[in-house]
C-alpha cells in the first residue's frame, strides 16, 4: 500500500512532562502506516517556519515519510495543549487554532493532485479543512476521520467522496452506531468505522457489522491510540481485505501506541 496524510499537523504539548511532541490525524496516520508495514508513505500539509515545524520534518524524515511537497509558511506551526484528565486519559486544554494553518489554506495545484493521486489511499481528517479538495482526487481510494462530528449537512458534504469514513464514538449508544453507520454506507462509502474507547470499535462494511474488543494494556499515554488503531486497520485490510484480522491488528496496534507518550514519539523540551 502506498497512502498520503492530507492536511493537518500539530505538535502536542504536554504540560505536565514540559514535552512536545508530533501529531495531527493526518500526519499520525502517515507515519503509523509506514511503521505498520506500507510500501511508501507520504505527508502533505503546512508547516510554520519555527523550531516546532523543523522537529516535525526531522521526525517525518527519521520515519521515512516522503515530505518533497511539504508547505512551508512564515508564523507559528500548531500547537495543541494537553492535560492529564483524574483518569488517566489525555485530554485538550488549549490550541493556537493550528498556527499558520488558521491563516492560510491548503490548495493543490495539478502537480499536488498527480502526487497525491500516485499513492493508493489518501487520509484526511475534520481537522485539515480540505473538504474542498476532496472531489479532485481522481482513481484514489479516500480515508477520512470525522472525530466528533456527524451533523447531516457535514456528512452530506464528505461523504460522496470517501471510501473509508471513521468515527469517534464513544459517547453514542449501540444503536446510534448503527443508524450512523447506515446513514453513511447511503452515500456510497464502503467501510464505516466508529472507536467507542473502552467499549472497543464497531465497523461495517458494505452493511456487515463487525465488533472489537479492546486489547487490555497498562496504559502511559492514550493519546494516538485512534489514529493507531485506524492506521493498523488500512494497512492490513488493504493488504488482505479481511475485516476480522484487519480489526484485530488494529486493536493490537492501538493498544502498543498507548505503552509510551506522544502518537509516536519524538518528544523535546518545550
Do not use: W
Not at 131 to 155: A, M, W
Not at 210 to 221: K, L, M, R, T
Amino acid at each position: 500500500m502506498k497512502l498520503i496524510g492530507l492536511g493537518d499537523n500539530v505538535v502536542d504539548y504536554y504540560l505536565d512532562l514540559g514535552k512536545i511532541f508530533p501529531g495531527g490525524n493526518a500526519l499520525n496516520v502517515a507515519v503509523m502506516c509506514k511503521r505498520f508495514g506500507a510500501e511508501r508513505c507520504s505527508y502533505l500539509g503546512l508547516l510554520g517556519d519555527d523550531r516546532t515545524g523543523s522537529h516535525i520534518t526531522d521526525s517525518l524524515n527519521q520515519e521515512l515519510i516522503d515530505i518533497s511537497r511539504i508547505r512551508i509558511a512564515a508564523g507559528p506551526s500548531g500547537e495543541a495543549r494537553v492535560a492529564m484528565s483524574e483518569d488517566g486519559d489525555r485530554v485538550f486544554v488549549g490550541s493556537n487554532r493550528g498556527g499558520v494553518q488558521d491563516l492560510l489554506t491548503l490548495r493543490l495545484n495539478d502537480d499536488d493532485l498527480a502526487y497525491v493521486c500516485s499513492h493508493d489511499v489518501v487520509h484526511s481528517s475534520v481537522y485539515s479543512h480540505l473538504e474542498h479538495e476532496l472531489p479532485k482526487l481522481k482513481g484514489v481510494s479516500v480515508s477520512f476521520d470525522f472525530s466528533t462530528r456527524q451533523n447531516p449537512e457535514y456528512l452530506q458534504l464528505v461523504c460522496p467522496n470517501l471510501t473509508y469514513a471513521f468515527f469517534s464514538g464513544s459517547h453514542l449508544s449501540l444503536a446510534e452506531c448503527l443508524n450512523l453507520m447506515t446513514y453513511v454506507h447511503k452515500f456510497g462509502v464502503h467501510i464505516v468505522g466508529i472507536t467507542r474507547g473502552s467499549q472497543g470499535a464497531i465497523f461495517s462494511e458494505k452493511g456487515k457489522v463487525y465488533e472489537q474488543s479492546i486489547i487490555p494494556v497498562s496504559v502511559v499515554d492514550t493519546l494516538g491510540a485512534g489514529d493507531s488503531f485506524i492506521s493498523a486497520f488500512l494497512t492490513h485490510y488493504t493488504q488482505h481485505c479481511d475485516m476480522k484480522s484487519a480489526l484485530q491488528q488494529a486493536a493490537e496496534s492501538a493498544a502498543l501506541t498507548c505503552g509510551y507518550y506522544g502518537a509516536f514519539g519524538y518528544g523535546i523540551d518545550k
